[in-house]
């Protein structure tokens, strides 16, 4: 009977110790712990990161970037859906304020072992019927009946030190791809001088006080070098031009 026994401890083993951490940290695709802890521009505050069951892709990088994370890698899992715990744990290893996944149903299997054969008496004895029963509840009880699967699809982000306006920009183009004069507002943070001076995104900047843009970098090149106080931006919405103040201390 001892075998039996062995047999059992394996299966019920089995259906209890997953380590999902490992899988991941062989599969991520990123920025390595140490880039992400030497990197001057990251606020690393140690608080475990959270965590966000990704909904849609867009809309959900958007939020984040607003709130003043930075994508800095993602792994893929196939197995159980991890919990908030796991992800907690894996995202704490990169040091993330945020970890999103997305999670998929692949579908399940059946935890049904193989029945005892008998075929060729020699191989079939009486006690494998129960034998074979009770090892199969003590399966159902640890694993359940069906065993399911999941995509797992995680991405962290990190909380990066917010620049001096606090938007992303790009350059202009007409709908030739011809570029344009001036700077694409792409992204607003939240309770940034942009956003707080009213900004708003797919606002098109021409203008930096006397100063025209040539594109996005000029603007960039520009906003490093004010000095504090006022500064007037032309920009241009819904048609229109208008003069946006922005103080900065």
Known sequence: MSWLLAILLVLVL??????????LTNS????????????KSYILDGAPPQV???????SDLLDIIRRGYEYVG???????KLSSGSLQKFGALYHAGYVVNYVEYMGSVSNT?????????????AGSGAGYSLMQSLVFAARGTHTKYYSNVV????????????????????????KQRGAWVDIVQYNSIASTSGLKEGDVILRVDETNLYDADHLTDIVSELSLGVHNLSVHRDGSVIVIPVKLD
């Open 155 to 178: 991405g962290l982000f990190v909380k990066r030190k917010q620049g001096r306006m606090g938007f992303y920009i790009s350059d202009v183009q007409n709908q030739a791809g011809v």
């Open 28 to 39: 991520y695709k990123g920025k390595s712990p140490r880039e992400i802890a030497s990197d």
């Open 14 to 23: 089995a259906g209890c110790t997953v380590n999902v951490i490992e899988p």
């Open 74 to 80: 993602s792994a893929n899992y196939l197995g159980s």
């Open 52 to 58: 966000k069951e990704g909904v849609e892709l867009k």
């Open 113 to 125: 072992i193989p029945g005892p054969s008998s075929t060729g008496s020699s191989s079939y004895r």
